[in-house]
Nanobody, 115 residues
């Protein structure tokens, strides 16, 4: 059974940075497509960034140039480096894993951007 455990959330002032981590248990991390989603209060969950098994990345327009997704296959971990944070980045951030169409979710980590 795959487990995804997010960490690194917290409160930060506008313009600040945070790095989220998602540790995945189970096998086949190497061939997993990993992604970060977020859900702000009262809004639908949205895709933030995705990284393929070959480390090809894609980003939501709202985070391009500010967020960077990366993976460490030796540690079965995916990261989301978030810079120049804005109040509208406030949300619960969820880790997502897709392996051969089977999707798993973490429980989320909260990020609050406020002065």
């Amino acid at each position: 059974q795959v487990q995804l455990v997010e960490s690194g959330g917290g409160s930060v002032q506008p313009g600040g940075s945070l790095r989220l981590s998602c540790a995945a248990s189970g096998s086949d991390f190497l061939i997993s497509i990993m992604a970060w989603y977020r859900q702000a209060p009262g809004k639908q969950r949205e895709l933030v960034a995705v990284i393929t098994s070959g480390s090809i990345t894609r980003y939501a327009d709202s985070v391009k140039g500010r967020f960077t997704i990366s993976r460490d296959n030796a540690k079965n971990t995916v990261y989301l480096q978030m810079n120049s944070l804005r109040p509208d980045d406030t949300a619960v951030y969820y880790c997502n894993r897709n392996i051969r169409g089977v999707v798993s979710w973490g429980k989320g980590t909260a990020v609050t951007v406020s002065s």
